[in-house]
């Protein structure tokens, strides 16, 4: 069992081993010199010292009785024994040559010859301090020797000569073992790096010859700099490419989606020779990976063959060849992998031979990265100066810019291509350049539908071959590969490198424990990614049969082979794969997956006239998007005004990434990256970290008189201890667990990174409808004008209390149709019918309920909603009486410019103004009698005649009523200091209604209106209550209300906002506006883009035409399972404002755990790699090895991984959780407690010094057997520093734990506090009990059996190792016991009084008041 326990102590290892290899001695004081009074200590008495070799010239000068005397036939011999023979092989072992030889061995040594051996003597006054000249007096004593002060000497320092006649053989310390160089390992690393490097060099002149013809064609042409285009000429065709305008869910852009215009290109082709080398150097970086594999098997004894079970067995037994030598191999692998991480982007290409990119099999496309920064405030001169020095690192080593290398491929015409982000790049041979191209199918309506007859199958191939595959192929690598893509980042190399010295340095069990945690947290963010990618694949990814119209037939074909100009034909319940638009027939479209609106959208055909088609104009009732779902196809076979077709048919205008679909899907899968202000920070605290490991250094090889070997693998530990392997892990574990309980609440995170930047929102910007209201309108009333008084009736929320005029508007001004029994069309459309109570037959027909008095209505001419309108207008026969009716409805603004000016009411602007006000969403009705009672004719007559010359007939009213929690979810954010804008396409006057309804607006708050018609135009300013007209709005802002705020809000419309940007005036003025009313999509983007400026921004919206502005903002929540969905690094399935609630509950609590954790890490190095270090090497001792797993392995990790457990405060704090590492809070926090953990380590040994147990029995080295340095714990330095390290340790995760403004009470934190608790129990049982099984376990409050049974502690039925030191034992006396305990308790006791008062307490809360952070002040 002995020697189990022993081989195992053996192949432990901790600072001591190195310790050992050196004679370490205190700088400071003299070690058992003076008790604790200051008297000489009384010495004590040491046995059986083994004396020094006695050597002479001549043996008859060795003392008589040290003179041998050998039996008959012997001979005494050089190595101090009688042989009957001196053989060579027995002088060799001359001890007075001290191992060495030939010119190694000193002249004056080589007539030395020992004398006798003289037997072990006793000390009986032991000065440790003095310890050689006692051992000498000693043996002087024991050999008769009675003056040796002046003739005997010491080997290599005053040799024999003059009055000098004997002297000891006081060996100095053998040279170590080194290499010849020539084993075969080193050979075999000779060969292989030489021959790599002959490669590479080889390879390095073939490529400089090789490429010069290449360079100098490059240099004389319009080549060089070649650059991605983003559109370009087909003349050739009789086509134009042309950038496409976006809808309203693609992100603004002035530039093609496709253009890279900084981008540059570089063609490439494959050589044997490069090829080579590429492999070369992967065999050779795996090669010196396994190099280490072997070092380390060899520092365990674990090689197969002949050397199993040989320790050191490669470096000649010798430890410290052992140990320089894998230092040497860790260092070049170490440096080895960074630089390929360095090189990784240009490597593969530097091993191909550069080309013009029309003559390379690849093509790589070079593109600047643009990083968005989630930072809160202005970096200070530091940060800015670690910044630029970050940049210019970048930049040097192009980590700036996004390299990636994409296969040229060939069509089967031979034309070449490359496809790069999903979209395929064509080699023009007219511009000498790759584009992607986009046909220009025009805009007239006849135009389009004079396409119907498709394409002839050579145009379509043509095409095809231009434009790729209808396909967007999302790539989903497996696991594996996607594990690796993880793992192939500096901070996992970082990870691998110094665990690898963990594991070699016989620390494998926290090695074990610490890899254990990164692959968790390494497998928690694959496992997300991966889920991402999968879930947009299946969004991205689809294929089916359609029919197409190819060489004027019908042939079914798969929708992969689609081109623009293809013309399809629409069936019910077909996905549709690419943009086009409707020229024939009628559909009913399912479009929530880009608007996340349930409500089916009908669509209808191009116009036969001189219209030009806009998709995001009056054009979008004739576009089907990419994604959406046919939920009925109607063909028309008879019509007026639309092409006839027995099919309904459409026209492919955008396939691929060209199709509004592509784009949303290409900007996802290829994002640009974020840089929050934590990595920027980082950066700062990762050089003071380095620094502060350097010094410590510095300090342990001051205080340790050792070798540059034990000073490398001290600092490899600082640094491992200082920067934790576990740091990065600690973050993703914190941010993951948020992410699940996100999920828990169905807030759904596809970029748990976001996490952090959540946590620090500081303005939301929201949508309105949908998002604060219900999702639709509810019929509120109408609101009729009086015939021939132009003026208005009463309001009446009762249709049938309204004149028969108002009734036909109400039943027959819609577009809703009946789709076995599901009302289809706009949801405003569908609350109005169902408010007329009418029925539909036979589609056109409309049946008045019972007892009505109007009659069946037939529809004859419908023109649908168009926004750029603002109107719509439908033509009705009363068939009663055959009379035909126009009824026109629209914004109340638009039927105020097209009605007769005499039938508009004179108080009409004010009576709308104050519906809308109160919430209303106004519409108005006009309508005219036509003359004309044939149907036929009046499908020739043009929509702007028929709906000239009508009267005003009355005034519709919808409300959009506020969610039940809106107002709520508004009063919590406003409370956790988060600013709410609204940012909505509706009316100002409805947004402001809504503002103030939900508490966005403060209630009694004066708002000021800004509109004006358009953004050329100067913008009038309205009091919203008084309706005057305001000339200077700063007075108002000038008036503040007692928050220091200014008491009046500002609201402006959509071209109002463009004025202020063309101005410039919305710099100062966005802060105090509210409300962003008749917003585009595009505006929203710019509204968004603007507050990021200013602090971290949110976005909430629910709808396609929010995506991007989801997308821009730092935070993106969607409340919505649609494509905006997607774009979002947030979903939510609860379309409540209370999800961007929980939103930041969750996202402050993970920024506060992630800090928290980071804070632990961050002090949990600084005990380890400071103070306990520093101990070690001063006084020449270590902590035992399982004390080392117990803190690593026990408290480190498991206390941050309960510390991530803590749940989030119940309601949001007033404040934000702080994100600069570098900020007074954590300065403070991580500050404070490192220096009261450094400052009572200190006074525990200034405490122990005074104790009379301890002074006169203190550990040294001259007492202790310095080659069992396994056992260099067993004293009372140990001890104390064991103590009250694990301790600090064990406080450090529960410190952190306060802060229950984000997070929950600590004491429902009842995991960490069930691990903090058995820690606690089981350190102080170890300290207080007396000697047990579990102390003796640690070596600590323990001795040799025989020591602890003279001490009155009974013999231990345990098995213990004998101890190494001259009390054999290091059991403190239980009065001390208490007292050192209390002591730890005081330590922690303080640390957590720093936290809770200080930290997060009145100190901190006094000190925000009298100095606050310069930070954004904004009203709530």
Same mark, same amino acid.
Request: aromatic letters at 10%; a neutral charge; hydrophobic letters at 45%.
């Given at each position: 069992?002995?020697?189990?326990?022993?081989?195992?102590?053996?192949r432990a290892t901790v600072?001591?081993?190195?310790?050992?290899?050196?004679?370490?001695?205190?700088?400071?004081?003299?070690?058992n010199r003076?008790?604790?009074h200051?008297?000489e200590?009384?010495?004590?008495?040491?046995?059986?010292?083994v004396?020094?070799?006695?050597?002479?010239?001549k043996?008859d000068d060795?003392p008589?009785s040290?003179?041998?005397?050998?039996p008959?036939?012997?001979?005494?011999?050089?190595?101090?024994?009688?042989?009957?023979?001196?053989?060579?092989?027995?002088?060799?072992k001359n001890?007075?040559h001290c191992?060495?030889a030939?010119?190694k061995?000193?002249?004056?040594?080589?007539?030395?010859?020992?004398?006798?051996?003289?037997?072990?003597?006793?000390i009986?006054?032991?000065?440790?301090?003095?310890?050689e000249?006692d051992?000498?007096?000693?043996?002087g004593?024991?050999a008769?020797i009675?003056?040796?002060?002046?003739?005997?000497g010491?080997?290599g320092k005053?040799w024999?000569?003059?009055?000098?006649?004997?002297l000891?053989a006081?060996?100095?310390?053998?040279p170590?073992?080194?290499?010849?160089?020539?084993?075969?390992?080193w050979i075999?690393t000779?060969a292989v790096?030489g021959a790599?490097a002959?490669?590479?060099?080889?390879?390095?002149?073939y490529?400089?010859v090789?490429?010069?013809?290449v360079r100098?064609a490059?240099?004389?042409?319009?080549?060089?700099?070649?650059?991605?285009?983003?559109?370009?000429s087909?003349?050739?065709?009789g086509k134009?490419?042309e950038s496409?305008s976006?809808n309203?869910?693609?992100l603004?852009d002035n530039?093609?989606?496709?253009?890279m215009?900084?981008s540059r290109?570089?063609?490439?082709r494959?050589h044997?020779?490069?090829t080579?080398?590429?492999?070369?150097i992967a065999?050779v970086?795996?090669?010196?990976?396994?190099?280490l594999?072997?070092w380390?098997?060899d520092y365990?004894?674990?090689l197969?063959?002949?050397?199993?079970g040989?320790?050191?067995?490669?470096?000649y037994?010798?430890?410290?060849?052992?140990?320089?030598?894998f230092l040497i191999?860790?260092?070049i692998?170490?440096?080895m992998?960074?630089v390929?991480?360095?090189l990784?982007?240009h490597?593969?290409?530097y091993?191909?031979?550069l080309?013009?990119?029309?003559?390379?099999?690849?093509v790589?496309v070079?593109?600047?990265?643009?990083?968005?920064?989630?930072?809160?405030?202005k970096?200070?001169?530091?940060?800015r100066?670690v910044?630029?020095?970050?940049?210019?690192?970048t930049?040097?080593l192009c980590r700036?810019k996004e390299?990636?290398?994409?296969?040229?491929?060939?069509t089967t015409?031979?034309?070449?291509?490359?496809?790069?982000q999903c979209?395929?790049?064509?080699?023009?041979?007219?511009t000498?350049?790759?584009?992607?191209y986009?046909f220009d199918?025009g805009?007239?309506?006849r135009g389009?539908?004079?396409?119907?007859?498709?394409?002839s199958?050579a145009?379509?191939?043509?095409r095809?071959?231009l434009?790729?595959?209808n396909?967007?192929?999302?790539?989903?690598?497996?696991l594996?590969?996607?594990?690796?893509?993880?793992?192939v980042?500096?901070?996992?190399?970082?990870?691998?490198?110094?665990l690898?010295?963990?594991?070699?340095y016989?620390?494998?069990?926290?090695?074990l424990v610490?890899?254990?945690?990164i692959?968790?947290s390494a497998?928690?963010?694959?496992?997300l990614?991966?889920?991402?990618?999968?879930?947009?694949?299946?969004?991205?990814?689809?294929?089916?049969?359609?029919?197409?119209?190819?060489d004027?037939?019908w042939?079914?074909?798969s929708?992969?082979?689609?081109?623009?100009g293809?013309?399809?034909?629409?069936?019910t319940?077909?996905?549709i794969?690419?943009?086009?638009?409707l020229?024939?027939?009628?559909a009913?479209?399912?479009?929530?997956?880009l608007?996340?609106?349930?409500?089916?959208?009908s669509?209808?055909?191009?116009?036969?006239?001189?219209g030009?088609y806009?998709?995001?104009?009056a054009?979008k009732?004739?576009t089907?998007?990419?994604?959406?779902?046919v939920s009925?196809?109607q063909a028309?076979l008879?019509?007026?005004d639309?092409?006839?077709?027995?099919?309904v048919?459409a026209l492919?205008?955008?396939?691929?990434?060209s199709?509004?679909?592509?784009q949303?899907?290409?900007r996802?899968?290829?994002?640009?990256?974020i840089?929050?202000i934590?990595?920027?920070?980082?950066?700062?605290?990762?050089?003071?970290?380095?620094?502060?490991?350097?010094?410590v250094m510095?300090?342990?090889t001051?205080?340790?008189?050792?070798d540059?070997?034990?000073?490398?693998?001290?600092?490899?530990f600082a640094i491992?201890?200082?920067?934790?392997?576990?740091?990065p892990?600690?973050?993703v574990?914190?941010?993951?667990?948020?992410a699940?309980?996100l999920?828990?609440k169905?807030?759904?995170?596809?970029?748990?990174?976001?996490?952090?930047t959540?946590g620090?929102?500081?303005?939301?910007a929201?949508?309105?409808?949908?998002?604060l209201?219900?999702?639709?309108?509810?019929?509120y009333?109408?609101q009729?004008v009086?015939?021939?008084?132009?003026?208005?009736?009463?309001f009446?929320?009762?249709l049938?209390?309204s004149d028969e005029l108002?009734?036909m508007?109400?039943?027959?001004?819609?577009?809703?149709?009946?789709?076995?029994?599901?009302l289809?069309?706009?949801?405003?459309?569908?609350?109005q019918w169902?408010?007329?109570g009418?029925a539909?037959?036979?589609g056109?027909?409309?049946?008045p309920p019972?007892?009505?008095a109007?009659?069946t209505l037939?529809v004859?001419?419908?023109?649908?909603?168009?926004?750029?309108?603002?109107?719509m207008?439908v033509?009705?026969?009363?068939?009663?009486s055959?009379?035909?009716?126009v009824f026109?409805?629209?914004?109340f603004e638009r039927?105020?410019?097209?009605?007769n000016?005499?039938?508009?009411?004179g108080?009409y602007?004010t009576?709308?103004?104050?519906l809308?006000?109160?919430g209303?969403y106004v519409?108005?009705f006009?309508h005219?009698?036509?003359a004309?009672?044939?149907?036929a004719?009046?499908?020739r007559?043009?929509?702007?005649?028929l709906?000239?010359g009508?009267?005003l007939?009355?005034l519709?009213?919808?409300?959009?009523?506020?969610?039940?929690?809106t107002?709520e979810a508004?009063a919590e954010?406003?409370?956790g200091?988060?600013?709410?804008?609204e940012v909505?396409?509706d009316?100002?006057l409805t947004g402001?209604?809504?503002?103030r309804?939900?508490?966005?607006?403060?209630?009694?708050?004066r708002?000021l209106?800004g509109e004006?018609a358009s953004?050329a135009e100067?913008?009038?300013w309205?009091?919203v209550?008084?309706?005057?007209?305001?000339a200077d709005?700063q007075?108002?802002?000038?008036?503040?209300?007692?928050?220091?705020?200014?008491?009046?809000e500002?609201a402006v419309?959509?071209?109002?906002f463009?004025?202020?940007?063309?101005?410039?005036e919305v710099?100062?003025l966005?802060?105090h506006i509210?409300?962003?009313?008749?917003m585009?999509?595009?505006d929203?983007?710019r509204c968004?883009q603007l507050?990021?400026?200013?602090?971290? %921004? #949110?976005?909430?919206?629910d !709808?396609?035409?929010? +995506?991007?502005? *989801?997308r821009a &903002?730092?935070v993106g929540?969607?409340? $919505?399972?649609?494509e905006?969905?997607?774009?979002?690094?947030?979903?939510?399935?609860?379309?409540?404002?209370?999800a961007c609630?929980?939103?930041?509950?969750q996202s402050?609590a993970?920024?506060?755990t992630s800090?928290?954790?980071? %804070? #632990?890490?961050?002090?949990? !190095?600084q005990?380890? +790699?400071?103070? *306990?270090k520093? &101990?070690?090497?001063?006084?020449a001792? $270590?902590?035992?090895?399982?004390?080392?797993m117990?803190?690593d392995g026990?408290?480190a990790?498991?206390?941050m991984?309960?510390?991530?457990?803590s749940?989030?405060a119940?309601?949001?704090?007033?404040?934000r959780p702080?994100s600069r590492?570098l900020g007074?809070?954590?300065?403070?926090?991580v500050?404070?407690v490192?220096?009261?953990?450094?400052?009572?380590?200190a006074?525990s040994?200034?405490?122990l010094f005074?104790?009379?147990?301890?002074?006169?029995?203190e550990?040294?080295?001259?007492?202790?057997?310095a080659?069992?340095?396994?056992?260099?714990?067993?004293?009372?330095?140990?001890?104390?520093?064991s103590f009250?390290?694990?301790f600090?340790f064990?406080?450090?995760?529960f410190?952190?734990?306060y802060?229950y403004?984000?997070?929950?009470r600590?004491?429902?934190n009842?995991a960490l506090?069930?691990?903090?608790g058995?820690?606690?129990?089981?350190?102080?049982?170890?300290?207080?009990?007396?000697p047990?099984r579990?102390?003796c376990?640690f070596?600590?409050?323990?001795?040799t059996a025989e020591?602890?049974?003279s001490?009155g502690y009974?013999k231990?039925?345990?098995?213990i190792?004998?101890?190494n030191?001259p009390?054999?034992h290091?059991?403190?006396?239980?009065?001390s016991r208490y007292?050192l305990?209390?002591?730890?308790?005081?330590?922690?006791l303080?640390?957590?009084?720093?936290?809770?008062?200080?930290?997060?307490?009145p100190v901190?809360?006094?000190?925000?008041?009298k100095m606050?952070?310069?930070?954004l002040?904004?009203?709530?």
């Amino acid at each position: 069992m002995t020697s189990v326990i022993m081989r195992i102590l053996y192949r432990a290892t901790v600072i001591a081993q190195l310790v050992a290899l050196a004679a370490a001695f205190q700088v400071w004081h003299d070690v058992n010199r003076y008790d604790a009074h200051g008297n000489e200590c009384v010495y004590r008495e040491k046995k059986d010292v083994v004396c020094s070799q006695l050597c002479v010239t001549k043996l008859d000068d060795c003392p008589a009785s040290l003179q041998p005397d050998c039996p008959a036939g012997q001979s005494f011999c050089a190595d101090g024994a009688c042989h009957d023979k001196c053989t060579e092989d027995i002088q060799a072992k001359n001890p007075c040559h001290c191992s060495r030889a030939g010119n190694k061995l000193p002249a004056e040594a080589h007539d030395l010859v020992p004398c006798l051996s003289i037997p072990n003597v006793t000390i009986q006054q032991f000065h440790p301090w003095k310890s050689e000249n006692d051992i000498r007096s000693a043996c002087g004593r024991e050999a008769n020797i009675t003056d040796q002060s002046t003739t005997v000497g010491v080997w290599g320092k005053t040799w024999i000569g003059g009055s000098v006649s004997a002297l000891w053989a006081e060996c100095p310390r053998a040279p170590a073992p080194n290499y010849t160089y020539g084993e075969s390992y080193w050979i075999a690393t000779y060969a292989v790096n030489g021959a790599l490097a002959v490669l590479i060099l080889v390879w390095s002149l073939y490529k400089g010859v090789a490429e010069q013809h290449v360079r100098a064609a490059m240099a004389k042409s319009a080549a060089i700099g070649e650059k991605l285009a983003g559109t370009e000429s087909m003349s050739d065709i009789g086509k134009a490419v042309e950038s496409k305008s976006l809808n309203g869910m693609s992100l603004a852009d002035n530039a093609s989606e496709h253009a890279m215009p900084n981008s540059r290109l570089s063609g490439y082709r494959d050589h044997l020779l490069g090829t080579a080398c590429v492999w070369s150097i992967a065999g050779v970086a795996m090669l010196w990976i396994c190099f280490l594999g072997v070092w380390t098997a060899d520092y365990y004894g674990s090689l197969p063959g002949k050397y199993h079970g040989t320790l050191y067995s490669l470096a000649y037994e010798s430890d410290f060849l052992e140990l320089a030598t894998f230092l040497i191999i860790w260092g070049i692998t170490f440096i080895m992998l960074i630089v390929l991480y360095v090189l990784k982007p240009h490597l593969r290409n530097y091993f191909r031979l550069l080309m013009l990119p029309s003559e390379g099999q690849y093509v790589c496309v070079v593109r600047p990265l643009h990083e968005v920064k989630a930072t809160e405030e202005k970096p200070n001169v530091l940060q800015r100066y670690v910044n630029a020095l970050t940049d210019r690192l970048t930049i040097l080593l192009c980590r700036d810019k996004e390299y990636t290398t994409c296969l040229v491929e060939t069509t089967t015409e031979g034309r070449i291509f490359f496809t790069y982000q999903c979209t395929r790049y064509v080699y023009s041979d007219k511009t000498q350049q790759y584009a992607p191209y986009e046909f220009d199918l025009g805009t007239a309506h006849r135009g389009l539908i004079g396409q119907a007859d498709g394409l002839s199958s050579a145009d379509a191939a043509y095409r095809l071959e231009l434009t790729g595959p209808n396909f967007i192929q999302v790539r989903v690598p497996g696991l594996f590969e996607a594990a690796a893509r993880e793992l192939v980042s500096f901070f996992y190399i970082y990870q691998f490198i110094f665990l690898w010295a963990f594991y070699f340095y016989a620390y494998y069990q926290v090695g074990l424990v610490d890899t254990g945690v990164i692959i968790i947290s390494a497998s928690i963010k694959v496992m997300l990614r991966l889920q991402s990618e999968r879930r947009l694949k299946h969004m991205a990814e689809h294929e089916e049969m359609v029919a197409v119209r190819r060489d004027g037939k019908w042939v079914e074909m798969s929708t992969r082979n689609l081109v623009p100009g293809d013309v399809i034909e629409i069936v019910t319940g077909a996905h549709i794969s690419c943009d086009c638009v409707l020229i024939s027939g009628m559909a009913i479209m399912n479009e929530s997956s880009l608007t996340g609106e349930p409500t089916p959208v009908s669509k209808r055909p191009l116009r036969i006239d001189d219209g030009n088609y806009s998709p995001t104009g009056a054009g979008k009732m004739s576009t089907l998007f990419a994604g959406t779902v046919v939920s009925q196809a109607q063909a028309v076979l008879q019509s007026t005004d639309s092409l006839e077709s027995d099919r309904v048919l459409a026209l492919v205008r955008f396939t691929g990434t060209s199709s509004d679909k592509g784009q949303l899907v290409r900007r996802i899968l290829f994002p640009n990256p974020i840089s929050f202000i934590f990595n920027e920070q980082m950066r700062i605290v990762v050089c003071i970290l380095v620094l502060y490991s350097v010094f410590v250094m510095v300090m342990a090889t001051y205080m340790y008189k050792g070798d540059s070997v034990a000073v490398a693998f001290y600092g490899i530990f600082a640094i491992a201890q200082l920067l934790s392997p576990l740091l990065p892990a600690a973050l993703v574990i914190g941010q993951s667990i948020a992410a699940t309980r996100l999920r828990k609440k169905q807030i759904y995170c596809v970029d748990p990174q976001r996490i952090m930047t959540a946590g620090k929102v500081q303005i939301l910007a929201t949508d309105k409808t949908g998002t604060l209201t219900k999702e639709g309108l509810e019929f509120y009333g109408v609101q009729q004008v009086l015939g021939q008084q132009a003026r208005f009736g009463e309001f009446t929320s009762e249709l049938k209390r309204s004149d028969e005029l108002m009734q036909m508007g109400m039943a027959s001004c819609h577009a809703v149709k009946d789709l076995n029994g599901q009302l289809i069309g706009n949801p405003v459309d569908i609350e109005q019918w169902v408010a007329s109570g009418c029925a539909l037959e036979q589609g056109e027909t409309i049946v008045p309920p019972k007892g009505s008095a109007l009659g069946t209505l037939r529809v004859v001419r419908r023109f649908e909603f168009v926004h750029a309108r603002a109107s719509m207008s439908v033509v009705v026969q009363d068939e009663r009486s055959g009379q035909l009716h126009v009824f026109v409805k629209g914004s109340f603004e638009r039927l105020k410019a097209i009605s007769n000016a005499s039938s508009v009411p004179g108080d009409y602007d004010t009576v709308c103004a104050d519906l809308a006000r109160e919430g209303g969403y106004v519409l108005a009705f006009a309508h005219k009698a036509l003359a004309a009672s044939d149907p036929a004719d009046v499908g020739r007559v043009a929509q702007d005649q028929l709906e000239s010359g009508c009267d005003l007939a009355g005034l519709l009213v919808f409300k959009n009523m506020l969610k039940h929690d809106t107002a709520e979810a508004i009063a919590e954010l406003k409370r956790g200091s988060t600013r709410v804008v609204e940012v909505t396409g509706d009316t100002s006057l409805t947004g402001i209604y809504i503002a103030r309804q939900c508490g966005i607006i403060p209630p009694d708050s004066r708002v000021l209106l800004g509109e004006c018609a358009s953004p050329a135009e100067e913008i009038q300013w309205v009091d919203v209550d008084t309706r005057e007209a305001v000339a200077d709005i700063q007075p108002y802002l000038s008036q503040l209300g007692p928050d220091g705020f200014p008491t009046a809000e500002l609201a402006v419309g959509g071209c109002a906002f463009e004025r202020l940007c063309t101005t410039g005036e919305v710099a100062s003025l966005l802060l105090h506006i509210r409300v962003f009313a008749r917003m585009k999509p595009s505006d929203k983007v710019r509204c968004v883009q603007l507050h990021m400026e200013r602090g971290t %921004t #949110a976005m909430c919206g629910d !709808g396609g035409n929010d +995506s991007p502005a *989801l997308r821009a &903002a730092h935070v993106g929540i969607a409340l $919505s399972s649609g494509e905006a969905s997607i774009v979002a690094p947030f979903s939510s399935a609860n379309r409540s404002m209370m999800a961007c609630v929980e939103l930041l509950r969750q996202s402050r609590a993970g920024l506060a755990t992630s800090f928290a954790n980071f %804070t #632990a890490l961050i002090c949990y !190095g600084q005990i380890m +790699s400071g103070m *306990l270090k520093m &101990a070690t090497f001063y006084f020449a001792i $270590s902590l035992t090895e399982n004390l080392w797993m117990l803190i690593d392995g026990a408290v480190a990790t498991g206390l941050m991984l309960t510390i991530s457990l803590s749940g989030p405060a119940k309601r949001l704090a007033p404040h934000r959780p702080t994100s600069r590492i570098l900020g007074p809070q954590m300065l403070a926090s991580v500050g404070g407690v490192v220096l009261m953990n450094w400052l009572f380590s200190a006074l525990s040994y200034v405490w122990l010094f005074r104790q009379d147990w301890f002074r006169c029995n203190e550990h040294s080295t001259a007492e202790s057997d310095a080659t069992k340095w396994w056992l260099q714990g067993d004293n009372y330095e140990a001890s104390i520093m064991s103590f009250v390290c694990a301790f600090q340790f064990i406080n450090n995760g529960f410190v952190v734990n306060y802060g229950y403004l984000y997070r929950a009470r600590w004491y429902r934190n009842y995991a960490l506090l069930v691990v903090w608790g058995f820690l606690m129990a089981f350190v102080s049982y170890m300290l207080l009990a007396d000697p047990s099984r579990v102390g003796c376990a640690f070596r600590l409050n323990c001795g040799t059996a025989e020591v602890l049974e003279s001490l009155g502690y009974g013999k231990p039925t345990w098995n213990i190792e004998p101890y190494n030191n001259p009390l054999g034992h290091n059991v403190i006396p239980k009065a001390s016991r208490y007292e050192l305990w209390g002591y730890c308790l005081g330590n922690m006791l303080a640390a957590n009084l720093w936290q809770v008062v200080v930290i997060n307490g009145p100190v901190r809360n006094w000190l925000r008041k009298k100095m606050p952070l310069s930070r954004l002040k904004v009203k709530l």
